[in-house]
């Protein structure tokens, strides 16, 4: 552990001038921004063009009808337009916040309503919940058209929106209720954890994140979800008898096999697993259900069970540790800097003895660059897991020494062109767009390597 404190204190000689250095770190945050926005909007217009082509790639010549490819090219410009304006709007929003001084004001705010119930500065716990929970609330308000918008315009011109005004409505006050009911309580662990620990607070703040998030995958499932979505078993029958058996196949432990009414609020569709190491829980969307034949779901699960096998959540998980790790290793550095805050526009008296949550909300836009150019890395890591996973799935008979699995790969392909149709996805894709955006490989570039996968097995095998 010391010698854990002394290199960390390193780092923060290295840092040492951000708490006496007058910088305008508002400036950066605010030429960071934008950059990151016009870069995002260049992308979009890199790819707007793509959405006018009237033939799809060769790879997908027999699954798109002319009639399905011109759907999917509209409902991908009208989604590339909304980006653009979404995307420029939130901008000129979240400038204008910082420009005119918004989250000193909410801090003030803060402090005025625990003043209220009589509580006073020296509650500085409090009063950071009373100004998250504020700012979140009143920064929410001007982008709440853009969700009716994109929920009731944009998704229903094209057929995928199910959800009505009053389930959306009650799904917000929902979503704060238990964001304040779940996240007033963790604010006050994360902040009381910095008071507690003092500068010694990386590797105890660490071990709280990973209870918590642990401890979220067990609750999530229980308590959260049922208030969205209803989980049902899948009832018996052909495709609960084959996800069985192959999960037994592959020693996976399964706990529980549900059915997710996904289609309530969209027909998008999908399937996933989740719990802990010895428990595992699949949810397949009722939509995939529909649309896909009990063989095909069988082999979109042998892709689910392949990141299982591969432990691709747990090694993205110990990813972002490292990414949270890093992230508090060069946060005391700006803990204490006044000149931070009062780049900002905090009052002196505030900048002073900076709030731990204001310092780490500004040490969050500070990173903002850095932010962006991980989550690309995350995305070309993502996007390797995929092709693993659609290997996994190709090469389960040679794994299984089951003949029946022979077509897994084309059943797999099947699958995964069905959804792309059905959920009207974009078939021509920029690369520069794709490497910053996507998580998942483009389908076009999935059934190449599926092709790829079945050739080499046939060639090893004869
Ligand atoms: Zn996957």
Redesign the pocket.
Known sequence: MDLLHAQLGRVQQHLSFVAVDPIDWKFYVQVFSWTITIFESYLLIRQYPLYSKTKPPEALANHFTDDVLEKSQKYGKDKAKYAFFSGIYKQVLDSSILHFGFYAWTWNAGGTIIAKFGYGPEYEILQSIAFVFTLLLLSSLPTLPLSLYSTFVLEERHGFNKTTLPLFVTDLLKQWALGFVFGAPFLAAFLYIFQWAGDRFVPWLMAFMISFQLIMVVIYPLVIQPFFNKLSPLPEGELRHRIEALAGKLRFPLKHLYEIDGSKRSSHSNAYFFGLPWSKHIVIFDTLIQQSKPDEVEAVLA??LG?WFFAHPTKMMAISQIHIFTILALFPAFLHAPPVLRSFDFPKEVAAQPPTIVAFLLFQMILTPVEAFTSMCMNAVSRH??WQ?DRFACELQDRLQDEKMEDMGERLGRALTALHVKNLSTVWVDWLYSAYHHS?PTLTERLKALEAFQAQRKKKTT
Do not use: K, V
Request: hydrophobic share 15%; charged share 30%; net charge negative.
């Open positions: 892709h689910e990141h897991y995929e996973a998942h």
